[in-house]
């Protein structure tokens, strides 16, 4: 399992487009942050970065996709698939370590983002002057989104042998759990409200952004990302 999980990412760093990925996500994640009006810290007069968290996940949304196409769709069109069906990794191991890989990958491109907080910290008035509680929890709900766009991806991966199809599918599914819940819950009443507002990611995201990590949120979150790989599982079991 380890050996995929390598070759997974050691095929993605072997591909111009990783890195033409990666540097898109920074440089815009960069221009929201520090140049784009309405947005910019520099305008705020606050040592925050609200702005970073309230876009990122809408990049994710491209992202993340983007990432995971590939990841069984592409072995599917190129006839690999049979032959990784056939090895001794049972299909729970072929999808976590395809899940992992994915979850590497994000990180690398999550990481380099901390320089944003330390570039904040320094601007503060005095120096270190920002909710640091709110920032690295802020910081952890946005992996634990991109933890579940990436299983969503993988879902729609398997659904396919057709990447675009798949990065497609992958777009809708993360736009639909992350804005559209909560649009859907404005249209509805009592408690079908509350029980779509509570199935959107960003009514738990946020919560954590406020500095305090509740277990219910954490417990959706991995909920989520068993269900979606549960579901990936289920589909190749079927589908083979």
Not at 7 to 33: D, P, Q, R, W
Not at 129 to 150: K, P, W
Not at 151 to 162: E, I, Q, R, V
Request: charged fraction near 10%; glycine fraction near 8%; aromatic fraction near 16%.
């Amino acid at each position: 399992m380890v050996s995929l999980l390598f070759k997974e990412v050691h095929a993605f760093f072997s591909n111009l487009s990783a890195y033409l990925i990666t540097s898109i996500f920074l440089v815009a994640l960069g221009l929201i942050v520090w140049v784009f009006p309405g947005s910019s810290v520099l305008e705020y007069g606050y040592a925050d970065l609200d702005s970073l968290f309230t876009y990122t996940p809408f990049v994710f949304i491209f992202l993340i996709p983007a990432i995971t196409m590939g990841m069984v769709a592409e072995e599917k069109n190129t006839g690999t698939w049979e032959l990784l069906k056939t090895s001794p990794l049972r299909s729970h191991h072929i999808i976590l370590a395809k899940y992992l890989a994915a979850l590497l990958l994000v990180l690398f491109a999550l990481l380099p983002t901390l320089i944003y907080y330390f570039s904040v910290v320094q601007l503060g008035d005095p120096v270190g002057n920002i909710d640091s509680a709110g920032f690295f929890g802020s910081y952890i709900g946005l992996f634990l989104v991109a933890a579940l766009f990436a299983a969503m991806g993988l879902f729609s991966s398997s659904l396919t042998s057709n990447q675009i199809m798949a990065f497609v599918l992958a777009v809708f599914l993360c736009f639909l759990f992350y804005g559209g819940m909560g649009a859907l819950a404005a249209l509805a009443l009592g408690d079908l409200a509350l029980f779509l507002e509570s199935l959107g990611i960003s009514f738990h995201f946020e919560q954590m952004g406020r500095g305090v990590i509740v277990s219910e949120n954490l417990f959706y979150f991995l909920g989520m990302i068993l269900t979606w790989l549960m579901l990936t599982w289920m589909l190749i079991e079927r589908n083979g």
